[in-house]
């Protein structure tokens, strides 16, 4: 299997006026066309360094990124975003939001087919009748679904999400994380997922990404092998148990290394 995404020794450092502040050192992550990638670790430890890196809106001191085969030197549209806030238009209605990028990337496109895969995308998230409301009409995991189609209405190659579902509570959650294996079987799409939330991480990722303290490099890589299919059900296992256990020993150990840092 090919890698649709290629990190390869990413070194960064941000320029502060108090001198250089290193980021990312020797960074690599290897993820396979249709797999998802979770990336965890310590606070500030350089994780939405990794997604602006990923998406072409920074570039690396040293290193590379590497999308579907070609270095990124710059912002790509072949790539969807999305975040925790998740910043819908409001005098747009839901379908016109979900519509936007496409009128961006794809202008040419009938605005019928717009709309027609706005809405097919809409229905498959649970948000079939909402189109026409506006955001603030509602919830917060109302307004994320509507914000996960939006980010992936033109077909990206790859879906970045950083702390999607941070602001949600545990129940709207874990509905998110079933959505979000909906969506990716209906059409697959490759993604990278930052999370604070080790349960989210081994639901949604193939693979697991544990980052070092800053200067974050990549202290382990766990593959998912989650017991039969995607179930909440699941996360209870032993199984899930002895990942959790082995994740939440790696997040010690990159806290330990970033205190020692600061010391
Ligand atoms: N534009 C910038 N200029 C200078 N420093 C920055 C800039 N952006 C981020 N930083 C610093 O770089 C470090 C890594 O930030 P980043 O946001 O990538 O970490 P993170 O792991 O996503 O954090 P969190 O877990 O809190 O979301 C932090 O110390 C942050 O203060």
Redesign the pocket.
């Known amino acids: 299997m090919t890698n649709l995404i290629d990190i390869k020794g990413v070194t960064h450092a941000?320029k502060?006026a108090q001198g250089p502040?290193p980021?990312l050192n020797n960074l690599n992550i290897a993820v396979p066309e249709g797999e998802f990638c979770a990336v965890v670790?310590?606070?500030?430890?350089?994780?939405?360094?990794?997604t602006r890196l990923i998406a072409g809106l920074m570039m690396p001191d040293r290193g590379e990124v590497w999308l579907h085969g070609e270095l990124v030197k710059g912002p790509r549209k072949t790539v969807g975003m999305a975040f925790q806030n998740p910043v819908l238009l409001e005098w747009r209605t839901i379908l016109r939001n979900v519509m936007l990028p496409l009128e961006i990337v794809a202008p040419s496109m009938p605005k019928a087919d717009k709309e027609a895969r706005a809405r097919e995308l809409l229905a498959l998230v649970g948000l079939e009748g909402f189109e026409n409301k506006r955001p603030s009409a509602l919830s917060g995991g109302m307004r994320q679904r509507a914000s996960l189609c939006r980010a992936i209405v033109h077909k990206p190659d790859v879906l970045i999400m950083d702390?999607p579902f941070g602001a949600l509570d545990a129940f709207t959650r874990e509905d998110l994380w079933q959505t979000m294996h909906a969506l990716r079987e209906k059409e697959p799409f490759t993604g990278v997922l930052?999370t604070?939330d080790l349960r989210e991480s081994v639901f949604l990722g193939d693979q697991v990404v544990v980052l070092s303290g800053?200067p974050a490099t990549t202290q382990y890589v766990l593959d998912v092998n989650y017991p039969g299919p995607r179930e909440i059900d699941g996360l209870y296992t032993p199984e899930c148990s002895d990942m959790l256990h082995t994740l939440r020993d790696q997040i010690r150990i990159a806290q330990g290394r970033a205190e020692d840092m600061a010391a």
């Open positions: 941000y502060t502040l980021v670790g310590p606070s500030g430890c350089g994780k939405s360094t990794l702390e930052i604070h800053r």
